[in-house]
């Protein structure tokens, strides 16, 4: 690097400037590191007076100090150097250059009126130069040389402020850049996390779909399943029944035709019999498809008179609580809440060998909820969600549940039984 600390005996000086400032701007404007333009142009600064010691300050967010950014000619410790590094804008030899936007020079900084002395272990400042980085004539920092050997004149103030002039350009567009850097992978980890949360919800709504369509499969199955049961019941009870009342009443018109009074009137009085056995057969049916408990009295008698039913099918108690005041709700909400306290019980009857079973009904306000306790055999919750193709029934709970705009939450552990819990809102409709 040529140097102009001494002026060259081989070409004109004026030259010997030019061709070195421009080969030290060529040098500098192809950086891009913050980093390497403030230790590259501290450098330059160094050769062009012939100094010993030099820094870079850069004005603090906060606008009240110089941050020392880079210094070469001294090596401070971390601590030194954390603890120093902000120069306090306020009078002084260093910080004049930026306060009165110029340059300032001294011939011995340890005697200027303006010096406010030196930090313990900081190398003594003799001769020092200063000058302004300025960004449209506003400076953003400062250079500062120190230990030139003589003194520093006009022509080193002269082409340290031409140099400074490029250096600026130079470090506002090493600071763009990092900061274009920076928003880009931001911007790139945003769009990467952003990618990957869709991504996710796609895999979340395929799986979704896919677990609704064997649902809804599933569904229907069930609903030939129960409407083969209900022809089987009334073939095998109620249309049986029937043909034996029909059976009845023939003996009985024969016996009616023969004068056999009393034994007609047995015969009627089988029919009639059996004709009540038809009428609990029906009720039972009906029931099944919607209990009438349900539609004439509310949410609260039905659960209570499910609850009898399971506890008298079982031989398990299932006893009932009822919290807050019973109100009617829409006969859709009232039915899925119906529902499924009919597939947790049937959950608990089927698989839970429990010995004890507690339902839970709260009316607030604004909330309704049924939770359904069992002290059963419990099961392993992660491996519910790894296999649910087995486990339809919990998924259409959950179904429902989102269905009304609530919510159900499923709790259990091996051997620590189950907790199931509906969460729906209360509405006027």
């Known amino acids: 690097m040529l140097s102009l600390a001494q002026p060259h005996t081989n070409q004109s000086e004026p030259f010997a400037r030019l061709q070195a400032l421009y080969q030290m701007a060529v040098e500098l404007s192809a950086l891009r590191s913050l980093e390497t333009v403030l230790a590259t142009a ?71 009126p303006t010096g406010v002395g030196q930090p313990q272990g900081h190398p003594p400042v003799g001769t020092f130069l200063g000058v302004p980085l300025r960004i449209r004539d506003t400076p953003m920092g400062m250079i500062g040389v120190a230990n030139r050997p003589d003194v520093y004149q006009d022509e080193h103030e002269q082409l340290l402020l031409t140099y400074a002039a490029q250096v600026a350009i130079v470090i506002r567009n090493a600071q763009l850049y990092e900061e274009l850097t920076a928003t880009n992978e931001a911007l790139e980890q945003k769009v990467a996390w952003r990618t990957e949360q869709l991504e996710q919800a796609r895999d979340d709504l395929a799986q979704k779909a896919v677990q609704l369509q064997r649902l809804l499969s599933e569904t229907v199955n069930v609903q030939e399943l129960e409407r083969q049961r209900i022809a089987q019941d009334m073939h095998d009870g109620t249309n049986q029944l029937l043909i034996g009342a029909m059976l009845e009443l023939k003996s009985a018109r024969q016996r009616l035709d023969r004068a056999e009074l009393a034994r007609a009137d047995e015969s009627l009085e089988s029919v009639q019999n059996i004709l009540r056995q038809v009428e609990a057969e029906i009720k039972r049916m009906i029931y099944d498809l919607r209990p009438p408990t349900l539609d004439a009295l509310g949410l609260a008698p039905a659960i209570r008179r499910l609850a009898e039913q399971f506890e008298g099918f079982t031989g398990v108690p299932c006893r009932v609580a009822v919290f807050g005041e019973p109100v009617r709700l829409p006969a859709k909400v009232e039915i899925a809440v119906f529902r499924l306290l009919q597939e947790s019980l049937h959950n608990v009857s089927v698989h839970a060998a429990a010995a004890d079973v507690e339902v839970v009904l709260a009316f607030a306000p604004q909330t309704l909820k049924l939770t359904v306790m069992d002290d059963g055999r419990g099961f392993d919750m992660a491996g519910i969600y790894q296999n649910s193709n087995d486990h339809l029934g919990l998924i259409g709970m959950k179904e429902r549940a989102e269905s009304l705009g609530g919510r159900v939450t499923i709790q259990s552990q091996p051997t620590q039984g189950t907790r199931v819990e509906l969460v729906v809102p209360v509405t006027n409709e």
């Open 42 to 112: 501290l450098r330059h600064c160094l050769e062009l007076t012939g100094s010993q010691f030099g820094f870079i300050g850069l004005n603090a967010a906060n606008g009240k100090a110089l941050d020392v950014v880079a210094i070469q000619g001294f090596h401070p410790s971390r601590p030194f150097y954390e603890h120093h590094r902000l120069i306090p804008l306020r009078p002084n030899i260093f910080a004049r250059v930026v306060l009165e936007n110029r340059p300032v020079r001294s011939e011995d900084a340890t005697t200027d």
